[in-house]
Each structure stands twice: as structure tokens, then as C-alpha cells.
């Protein structure tokens, strides 16, 4: 079975916990970050991916 894409797999798990995008600002950084990696304007960067991880549980896999 396939990964899914790194903003797909953020996606899902804040629909799955009710986040809102405002709610990653503290895993992410400022709202327009947030709305960056959304719209695939900007990479994940590493300490994203692990906070992402630890904060949110995404397989860090997934966020590669």
C-alpha cells in the first residue's frame, strides 16, 4: 500500500481530530506557513515533520 502525500496525510488528521488550520500554528508556525504547506507552496521542513509527528502522530514517513 501506498504513503499518502505529506499534505494529504495532514489533512486527514485534522479532520479526523477537528482541527482547523489555526490550530497547526503552534506545530507549523505563522497561519500564512500553515496555508503554504497546504497549498504546496512550501516544503516540510525536518522540525516540521517532527513536530508534525509527535504533536499530530503522522507517521514521520508519510511527511518525507
Do not use: Q
Not at 488550520?21 to 516540510?44: C, F, Q, T, W
Not at 521542513?45 to 508519510?62: V, Y
Request: hydrophobic share 40%; with cysteine.
Amino acid at each position: 500500500m501506498d504513503l499518502p502525500a505529506p499534505v494529504e496525510a495532514i489533512k486527514f488528521e485534522m479532520e479526523r481530530k477537528g482541527l482547523t488550520a489555526k490550530d497547526l500554528e503552534a506545530i507549523i508556525g505563522k497561519s500564512n506557513r500553515v496555508y503554504e504547506i497546504h497549498n504546496h507552496k512550501r516544503p516540510l521542513t525536518l522540525k516540521m515533520i517532527w513536530k508534525l509527528h509527535t504533536g499530530l502522530g503522522i507517521l514521520a514517513e508519510c511527511l518525507d
